[in-house]
């Protein structure tokens, strides 16, 4: 059964680089059509995705977070690390890795997902 873990900081001072790293377990990041996915939650909205890994290593971003994101990966540790650069207090949320079978930009087609992590911007 696959398993999700997200990992990293929970606070972030603003302008600084929040990163977050994705342990998978029960399945490799470069199995075939396999796309691996952040997405986050700020309070009170709804699910944003930020963007995905490919099995390929291809990466593919949301334009309005593009200049701000980095999506890489350690296929020796079977992970996959988000980097969000320059924050602000917008960026507070719940963040979520999680795996698709499509190159998708809706998070509902994801179908699992990490228990989440809170991560606020505050100095």
Known sequence: ?????????????????????????????????????????????GLEWIG??????????????KSRTSISRDTSKNQFTLQLSSVTPEDTAVYYCTRGYKPATDPNSYGTWGQGTQVTVSS
């Open 1 to 45: 059964q696959v398993q999700l873990q997200e990992s990293g900081p929970g606070l972030v001072n603003p302008s600084q680089t929040l990163s977050l790293t994705c342990t998978v377990s029960g399945d490799s990041i470069t199995t075939n059509y396999r796309y691996w996915a952040w997405i986050r939650q700020p309070p009170g909205k």
């Open 52 to 65: 995905y890994i490919a099995y390929t290593g291809g990466t593919h971003y949301s334009p309005s977070l």
